[in-house]
């Protein structure tokens, strides 16, 4: 997520190769930027090598567009809080489904403007209250704007402010399991991150490939080239490393952390004593 | 066979004296005394951080301005309030000396909350021109600075959809003050037919929205075609897709000032790339004088009638109440803001007011117009100590002593 025109629904389909997310440059003349936060989330099924997926991106258009944007993160927080709630009411269930349908957020990817200074105190808010219920990754955003030094530079100062204020993207320092998962995190999160991606969905043909790009008068940038973006890097990193662990992650560590919550705030389960009467009469 | 060639029409030759005053010298003359007194020029930039507005100055100028700045945390920048900022450069270029102020606002826009951040910059402007405003009706005219500001580049991010809200609001405040060139910034990000399609959006929108940007002279008919199809590509490419840099870099063979990327280098001063040339044409080479006679004309003159007009009807409303509460008895709220009149306009009324009766005093000949003269001013000096004044009346104030001077001066000399 992030204000609009950041590239969000380019990545997102050239991450998962596939038409997944409505990209707003479709929007007809006359709609304009939505006054409120909106949430709209979208189910796609995408099969490779006889794996299934259920994707849902859900995207937030609206965010931080305003002139005053303040709470503008609420309306996220309280998407992200009633999916947990949502998940809590299944398995709290006298009778419950096999698989409980799981619509938790188990990873928000979060676009940093490349303006090459600094972040933004927008940004630094809304990463300081997401960061505690959600898996953070923060991504800067068309990267092809900045030189190599210039990226350098920023990566480096968007992460000790980062640091200072405390936030916690993914890979969470806390929940590396043992002391392999601990170097490879660290190596990802002192150099990598936060990647620096160009997403494009048009291909082009260079030297003799076709490849995905984007064509400019002075050369074209290579989506996949790891020498022009760390595209790919975020690619491995979301889908093939570590995307189950995103989901554990969120199911033993975000979701504990609300369900403890609830419990403690209700002193006791969440009232779903009519649904279970209900299960009752019916069973006699 | 020797062809004859024709003279043209109404041309009589030098050796014809009698019909050639010499006055045809006087462009000449003019610009003598103008290149020795110098020019002057105020451009300010705004837009959000990070878009590029120092490294672009610096292109345009080919200065450094910005060599002690430091740039701010996030943390930092959370409470930070807008501040208007300014640095003067003198240039000089084949003899021609350019006095360059850029008025920088830092911190526009980059608040979680921006609710009229564009109130410090608007107040600004509204300074510059209370300041003209009063210089001008002053008793000493000389040496006048003139800081109006004469151009503003309003900077819009090319990582969103066309204008954002906050652009809108930021135009549509100014657009009355200043004129306003509209820039798409960091137009390296873009591919050529995303410049375009921004560029259709953005003009789209400030059609739409009632914006009134900068507007380029028509051209006469008679420049040649080549001007003509010039002009009108400049007017096709605002908003200017701009790119800057001051590092050079080595593209193919040449030195260059760009940006050096794995994929390519870009050139700021390629029209292939990018519209700073046109951008600094225009700005420099051809639009400098006509944006100075627009704020001069319109700008300042819009400003001044508006004063003069608060005022006077502030006066009139200020009869109709005494009259009102003498014969009703009572009392109706007074609209104007009730400002501190603090004691340096104080003095300075209070000096006009003795400059003024020192000179109605010493003129003799003309007893009944200084009579009704002094009529007019005692009048006036009680409804004066009626009102409280606001900024606006006390500089109007300051002109009523010069104008009736003026006359005071006119009827002396009949």
Redesign the interface.
């Known amino acids: 997520m992030s204000q609009s025109g950041l590239g969000k629904s380019t990545l997102v389909n050239t991450l998962f190769k596939s038409q997944v997310s409505r990209k707003s440059s479709g929007w007809n003349r006359e709609e304009k930027i939505p006054k409120t936060v909106e949430i709209k989330a979208i189910g796609h099924v995408i099969e490779e090598g006889g794996v299934k997926m259920k994707l849902t991106v859900i995207d937030t258009p609206g965010f931080g567009d305003q002139i005053n944007n303040e709470n503008c993160w609420e309306p996220i927080e309280k998407y992200i809080n009633e999916q947990y709630e949502k998940f809590l009411k299944e398995e709290v269930n006298i009778a419950r489904k096999k698989r409980i349908p799981d619509t938790r957020v188990h990873c928000c990817l979060y676009f940093i403007s490349p303006t090459g200074h600094s972040l933004r105190p927008l940004d630094l808010e809304f990463m300081k209250h997401l960061s505690k219920v959600v898996n953070i990754i923060p991504v800067i955003a068309k990267a092809d704007t900045m030189t190599l030094e210039e990226k350098t530079e920023f990566k480096q100062r968007v992460r000790k402010e980062l640091e200072v204020n405390g936030i916690e993207f993914y890979p969470q320092k806390e929940f590396d399991e043992d002391l392999e998962d601990k170097t490879e995190n660290d190596k990802i999160r002192q150099e990598s991150m936060p990647f620096a991606v160009v997403g494009s969905d048009k291909e082009y043909q260079v030297n003799g490939k076709r490849i995905l790009g984007r064509k400019t008068p002075w050369g074209v940038i290579e989506v996949e080239n790891l020498n022009h973006c760390e595209f790919a890097l975020l690619r491995d990193f979301v889908i093939r490393t570590h995307l189950q662990d995103l989901k554990e992650v969120t199911h033993n560590i975000h979701y504990e952390t609300y369900r403890a919550k609830r419990l403690n705030d209700n002193g006791g389960l969440p009232p779903v004593t009519t649904e279970t009467e209900e299960n009752h009469e019916s069973n006699l | 066979m020797i062809e004859q060639c024709s003279m043209p029409e109404g041309w009589e030759g030098p050796q014809d004296d009698k019909e050639y005053v010499g006055f045809a010298t006087l462009p000449n003359q003019v610009h003598r005394k103008s290149v020795k007194k110098g020019f002057d020029f105020t451009l300010m930039v705004a837009g959000?951080?990070?878009?590029g507005k120092s490294t672009l100055v610096n292109s345009l100028f080919l200065t450094d301005m910005y060599r002690d700045r430091r740039?701010?945390?996030?943390?930092e920048?959370?409470t930070q309030t807008v501040e208007i900022t300014k640095h003067v450069v003198d240039i000089e270029e084949k003899g021609v000396k350019l006095r360059l102020t850029i008025v920088d606002t830092p911190g526009f826009g980059?608040?979680?909350?921006?609710?009229e951040c564009w109130k410090p910059v608007a107040d600004y402007i509204d300074q510059q021109f209370e300041q003209y405003f009063r210089d001008e009706s002053g008793l000493n005219r000389k040496n006048i600075q003139d800081n109006r500001v004469h151009c503003c580049l309003y900077f819009i991010?090319?990582?969103?959809?066309g204008l954002?809200?906050?652009d809108v609001?930021f135009m549509r405040a100014l657009h009355q003050r200043v004129n306003i060139v509209p820039i798409l910034a960091?137009a390296?990000?873009l591919?050529?037919s995303e410049v375009e399609?921004k560029k259709g959006k953005i003009r789209?929108e400030i059609e739409r929205y009632g914006i009134r940007i900068y507007q380029f002279p028509e051209c006469d008919s008679d420049e040649d075609e080549d001007f003509k199809l010039q002009d009108q590509a400049l007017k096709e490419s605002i908003p200017f897709a701009v790119i800057g840099s001051n590092t050079v870099v080595e593209a193919k063979g040449r030195r260059v000032r760009g940006?050096?990327?794995?994929?390519?280098?870009?050139?700021v001063e390629n029209p292939?790339?990018c519209d700073f040339v046109k951008l600094r044409t225009m700005l420099v080479k051809t639009h400098m004088q006509d944006l100075k006679d627009v704020t001069r004309e319109t700008h300042y003159e819009n400003y001044r009638a508006q004063c003069i007009q608060s005022m006077t009807r502030m006066v009139v409303k200020e009869r109709n109440r005494n009259k009102l509460t003498r014969e009703s008895g009572t009392d109706f709220p007074i609209p104007a803001i009730p400002a501190v009149p603090d004691s340096e306009t104080e003095k300075l009324i209070r000096e006009k007011d003795e400059e003024v009766s020192a000179r109605a005093g010493a003129c003799v000949s003309c007893q009944g117009l200084h009579q009704s003269h002094s009529r007019m001013w005692e009048a006036w000096l009680e409804l004066r100590a009626a009102l409280s004044p606001t900024p606006c009346m006390q500089l109007c104030w300051a002109i009523v002593p010069s104008l009736s001077m003026a006359a005071h001066a006119a009827c002396s000399r009949a």
């Open positions: 959000e951080s990070g878009l740039l701010l945390s996030a943390e920048r959370i980059d608040a979680v909350n921006n609710t991010s090319p990582f969103g959809h954002r809200p906050l609001e960091k390296d990000t591919t050529p399609r789209e940006r050096l990327y794995p994929w390519g280098i870009v050139e292939a790339h």
